[in-house]
């Protein structure tokens, strides 16, 4: 097994088990549904966001180990940052599932989802609550 690959079950895993966000109760002030027919995967995701800062992220929804630990990297990386920073992630992030040389540096255990790209059908697995995200912040003005 390559670096990437063992990186890649690694991350997954670590995130999938320990599934930070999922099910946690929140005073949410965006929220968005999405969902990937291909898999069945259903995310629901809600943010908090205060002074145009994301102060908390929590997901649910009936979701794939990649998807799971997509979502659970997408709350763990965004509490803290602000909204034009957490765009930006996933942005980034979407576009390199997309496109290799979308070029932004993502954190370490972010990059390891870029290892879906072998798989073509799970990319929109570990896209899926990034644009949950993207969804929940554009409707809410």
């Given at each position: 097994?390559?670096?990437?690959?063992?990186?890649?079950?690694?991350?997954?895993?670590?995130?999938?088990?320990?599934?930070?966000?999922?099910?946690?109760?929140?005073?949410?002030?965006?929220?968005?549904?999405?969902?990937?027919?291909?898999?069945?995967d259903e995310v629901e995701l809600r943010l908090c966001v205060e002074a145009k800062t994301v102060t908390d992220a929590a997901y649910s929804g009936q979701c794939c180990a990649i998807c799971n630990a997509s979502a659970a990297m997408l709350c763990s990386h965004i509490r803290g940052l602000p909204i034009l920073a957490s765009?930006?992630?996933?942005?980034?992030?979407?576009g390199q599932l997309a496109d290799p040389s979308a070029g932004q540096l993502l954190p370490a255990d972010l990059q390891a989802l870029l290892a879906v790209r072998q798989y073509p059908v799970r990319v929109q697995c570990a896209a899926l609550p990034w644009r949950a995200m993207l969804d929940a912040m554009e409707t809410a003005g």
């Open positions: 097994m390559s670096d990437i690959a063992a990186f890649y079950k690694q991350v997954i895993q670590k995130y999938n088990q320990g599934s930070g966000g999922r099910d946690q109760p929140i005073k949410a002030t965006h929220q968005a549904r999405a969902d990937n027919p291909l898999c069945g765009l930006d992630l996933a942005r980034g992030l979407i």
